[in-house]
């Protein structure tokens, strides 16, 4: 059990890790909006070769 | 041109929007069939790109329909210098960035189209739309399209742009919710750790653990827990320490007091090896505090955000005279000494005198009039106000904050800025919370010291001191705001702070408040109709025919009674002459007629016989506004004409006044009417003053809000003329159809016409206090437990651990059983 001695301070590690991507995301501007999003997931890719106007 | 429907049918449904198209837009031939000019443009700009599939995504996400907001405008201001250096920023490599409001956006189907603007207009390199504010950022390259063309096609899809003008309090805003966000993250992460190391210690006290195991965690636990308690938990410390300084108190100083004894033993006893340790519940109380702060700061967010896409847009474009050649420029580039254009319907961009044209201007969101009074060369007009009649060109005096409007708005802001902060019951419970437990802590150290020893009588009080948790009285408030500002929200109450709530629910018939009502626009609906008409029947039908061509709110209230006119009729007239403001002549079949104001009718050599003028005379105690029609120089009746009540105003005011507001009209229309409203809504009429400048309304909510017998006041209105009276009450509320100044002026925004929601603010703040004080009730009740607990000696950190979430948690569903209160 002594390897306990190594992995607690290494999942804090981790931890402090991802805090530091999730501050880092943050800042960046990525969590204003948590709405629009949710939608924009749902709507299909251009097909590749954009469409003919219709005429 | 209307067309008789042959089908069966009830409606046909726009083939853009959904609604149903009315009769006279319906086209048998037509291939698709659309409710309005701005969907049949959407329609065909949509086809034309080949962006089809947006019907598909809007059957699968729309919920309502709405149709097209596009107007046809071509934008041209937006290519000005003046309005590119204002609104639009650079976005590196000759790119430009620029931030709109869209009118219309109600889907995800939406977002869809918008994002895809670079296909209708190309040179779009970026478009992002937010669904939840309708705000959009473009991103576009100059060099290859013009904002103008951008703007357009925007419009052309049925999305109206707007700038958004608040850029940097937007800026601002998001920083600050981004430091919330990642505070409580932090705390979140630290708070969740530290419950994992102490499952650990948990599993040791029952089964016993090696000290050197026991030693790592109660380490690790330390240093997380004072990492929470330095980093996040500052928050409440600062708060506490600005309480203290300024010997008032607030809801962070036991939060402080617990995580302060609470820290302080735990260091003691990891470093001396002895006794328990918190840091698990310390870290939890952190978090679970910053997320009941940030739910009722992202609601508050959200309410700012709400009205300010609801601001009465103020024109951005402008056309202005330069050599004889009107041109669109931005209001944001006029000088003094310029020559503007302003056509009917359009609101006036600036302070300035007529030169050219005659007109009638409606003065009503600045001054409170309702009637338009007639304007000529050399009269002062001022920007915010509606030309109504026809085109007229001024001469630009005064721009921006220069303006009558800017001055007021001015008013407004420091209004706002020098309003003292409401101390909230939340706050003031929190002072003698303080003073209560620190008591019992007291009381408990010497009652255990002399029976035990001193070493168990500092574990018994801090966990005392711990336990007797700020935790659910943290979260009582701030959870039942926020459930209370949603619920209103819900029901078109906009509430931008939760303390004006409590403010409300403390008038009662004992604690009398003082309600100030404007008149047009709040009691009344603005619009003109007509009360009774006396004389000639035979000319109604050509008063109807003479009207018809004319805008002015008096010509519409007559139609309206009278009928719409015969086209017949109105082709039989000749040489009809309208004097905007004061009346309209023309020759009819049965005579020259003249329908008009009685200064009107008199200043043309009209006879008035006898019974006549006793009508008018009559009419004009009574206070309405009396119009006459004159045929061949003689009147033969007189129409009497008021702006008509709000239903059910009569009875919601009566509603008011027994729960104890006292109520009072101010407003800026003639005095006459205002009395007349007033006998209507049994009010005294003392109590009832017409004729009052915005400055005269500020002045008066002042002398109300700082007498020393003062008793709460309500200020309710629509117009810029309210806006700084509102911000000087101790609650603003604006109605629907309010001027931008007055929406951002107020604390609370009804969304209902009138005073109908009045009543229903006024009943929600009532069980908004109903259920802070049930939530405060519950927490007070699990900390006479805790305490008595402590008191024995029972509290561990396990239990400590079990007791605080359970706390929470009562004290959660208490909030979120917010509707099920009865009346």
Redesign the interface.
Known sequence: ?SV??VM?PV??TL?AL??TG??WA??D?Q???V??PA??M???D?PSG?????? | MTTTLTSTNASVACDHCGLPVPESLFEEQAESQFCCGGCRVAYDTIRDCGLDAYYTHRDRFAEDRQSSRGEGKRYAAYDSEAFQQKHTEPAGDGLRAIDFRLEGVHCAACVWLVERLGRVAPGVIDSRLTLGTGRARVVWDAEQTPLSEIAASLDRLGYKPHPARDADTQQRRNQADRKRLILMAIAGALAGNNMLIAVALYAGFFEGIESAYAQLFRWMSMAIGLLSLCWPGMTFFRGAWAAVRTRTANLDLPIALALGAGGIAGIVNVLLDRGEIYFDSLSTLVFLLLVGRLIQAKQQRWVEEAVGSMLAITPDACRVVRDGIVAEESVDALQPGDVVEVRPGELLPVDGQIIRGESAIDQSLLTGESLPTPAGPGKAVFAGTLNVASTIRARVDQVGAQTRVGKLTRLVEEGIASKPPIVQFADRVGGWFVAVVLTLALANFVWWSLTVGSAAAVDATVALLIVACPCALGLATPLTMAVAIGYGSKRGMLIKSAAVLEKIAGVNPDEPGRLLLDKTGTLTTGDLRVEAWSGDDRLKRWVAAIETESRHPIACALIQALGPADPRDCDQIDSRTEHHGFGVTGRTPIGELLVGSVRYAERNACRTPQDIARTIALGRDRGYSVVVAALDKQVLAVAWLRDELHAETSDRLEQLRRRGWRCEILSGDEPGAVRRTASLLGMAEQHAYGGVSPEEKLACVNEHVRRSDRSVVMMVGDGVNDAAALAAADIGVAVHGGAEASLAAADVYLAGDGVTELTALVALARQTMRVVRRNLAISLAYNIVAVCLAAAGLITPLVAAVLMPISSASVLGSAIAFGKGEE
């Not at chain 1, 954009?50 to 005429?55: D, G, I, L, M, V």
């Open positions: 059990m306990l001695f607690v999942a804090l931890a991802a805090v999730f501050i943050s800042r501007g969590f204003d909006d709405e629009t939608h924009r749902l709507f299909d251009d954009s469409a003919e106007p219709r005429r």
